[in-house]
């Protein structure tokens, strides 16, 4: 990891990361799925469960939630946006990607990342995004 740069005064959150390039920016594999329950984890006071739907398979993640939310299963049946290229093992679970889950660690109301309308599970950031990423990176 790299310095952080300061965060503005008036701004919630955490100071931003370093910048990267565009290429590392492409190494991220961002899908939407649909969340299709939610579900406890032995012995743990803070993961839940997550398997959501990619279109033609699904996959199950571990997220930290169970305190951000009064009613983790709120979110079953929701669509979000997730890294399906990161792979992390926790005890016996193994969780195969990661949600994009805004808020709890700025003190804020946690949400989802969320397409702005619904989308077909799978959909990945197309040309025009990457596109307009790159553009505002260079």
């Known amino acids: 990891r790299g310095t952080?740069?300061?965060l503005s005064p008036d701004r919630c959150g955490?100071?931003?990361?370093?910048?990267i390039s565009f290429e590392d920016f492409e190494i991220l594999d961002i899908r939407v799925g649909t969340i299709t329950s939610v579900s406890e984890v032995a012995?743990?006071?803070k993961?839940?469960?997550l398997t959501f739907r990619f279109g033609d398979h699904t996959r199950s993640i571990l997220a930290g939630?169970?305190?951000e939310r009064a009613n983790p299963q709120e979110i079953e049946g929701k669509q979000a946006l997730f890294v399906?290229?990161?792979?992390k093992k926790n005890?016996?679970?193994?969780s195969q990607g990661m949600l994009f889950d805004i808020g709890y660690a700025d003190n804020i109301t946690p949400c989802l990342a969320v397409p702005e309308i619904p989308v077909p599970n799978g959909q990945e950031p197309d040309d025009v995004m990457r596109s307009r990423i790159m553009i505002q990176w260079q």
């Open 43 to 45: 012995k743990s006071n």
């Open 47 to 49: 993961l839940m469960k």
């Open 14 to 19: 955490s100071p931003i990361n370093e910048t």
């Open 4 to 6: 952080r740069l300061p």
């Open 91 to 94: 005890g016996g679970e193994v």
């Open 65 to 67: 939630i169970k305190k």
């Open 84 to 87: 399906l290229n990161y792979l």
